[in-house]
T-cell receptor
Framework: GAGVSQSPRYKVAKRGQDVALRCDPI?????LFWYQQALGQGPEFLTY????????KSGLPSDRFFAERPEGSVSTLKIQRTQQEDSAVYLC?????????????FGQGTRLTVV | AQKITQTQPGMFVQEKEAVTLDCTYD???????LFWYKQPSSGEMIFLIY??????QNATEGRYSLNFQKARKSANLVISASQLGDSAMYFC??????????????FGAGTRLFVKA
């Protein structure tokens, strides 16, 4: 596709439910990032992939959060046993080069509400 | 410790005037990149401008320029000739090498800009 695509756009989950958020990066982009953005705040880094390798997962808030990118393209962020504090917008971004200079293109985000 | 500091939660500017949004950063790396993004109320993150740590000239992109002062670790965004459509949240971000490999990007808390007609 022309840009980074995320699905679903909106997700309402009951507390304790598992959710899976999908990110389709721009074709050929090496780097893929996941961020969590709480209301009124800046995005917080969650994890980073270089192709299929998850090189940095230091931002994942707990072991309930898991991300994968098995074939180096589509990525899934999974949250197990969701809690109310998980409510946020989850942003995915991809870059075509694995260098500091590479611009990251963002998806529209998935707004997760845990009730 | 805060890596990216944006000290202005909100800013007002008159249409057609210039405005400066402040950003300071903290890193011990020599190689890093600084970015500014715009986030309108619709939620998408729009890339505005990039400055590399080794770039000697300040970056410019149309009405956007980045006032890079490396010794002061400052990367302020200047928007010239403000337009009503510039009203949005603006984020300063820094990408630096990650200790575990690859890179990570750290965002500031943002500055909400209001352009007055």
């Amino acid at each position: 596709g022309a840009g980074v695509s995320q699905s679903p756009r909106y997700k309402v989950a009951k507390r304790g439910q598992d959710v899976a958020l999908r990110c389709d990066p721009i074709s050929g982009h090496v780097s893929l990032f996941w961020y969590q953005q709480a209301l009124g705040q800046g995005p917080e880094f969650l994890t980073y992939f270089q192709n299929e390798a998850q090189l940095d997962k230091s931002g994942l808030p707990s072991d309930r959060f898991f991300a994968e990118r098995p074939e180096g393209s589509v990525s899934t962020l999974k949250i197990q046993r969701t809690q109310q504090e998980d409510s946020a917008v989850y942003l995915c971004a991809s870059s075509h080069r694995d260098r500091t200079a590479a611009e990251a293109f963002f998806g529209q985000g998935t707004r997760l509400t845990v009730v | 410790a805060q890596k990216i500091t944006q000290t202005q939660p909100g800013m007002f500017v008159q249409e057609k005037e210039a405005v400066t949004l402040d950003c300071t950063y903290d890193t011990s790396d020599q190689s890093y990149g600084l970015f500014w993004y715009k986030q309108p109320s619709s939620g998408e993150m729009i890339f505005l401008i990039y400055q590399g740590s080794y770039d000697e000239q300040n970056a410019t992109e149309g009405r956007y320029s980045l006032n890079f002062q490396k010794a002061r670790k400052s990367a302020n965004l200047v928007i010239s000739a403000s337009q009503l459509g510039d009203s949005a949240m603006y984020f300063c971000a820094m990408r630096e090498p990650s200790p575990t490999g690859g890179f990570k990007t750290i965002f500031g808390a943002g500055t909400r800009l209001f352009v007055k007609a």
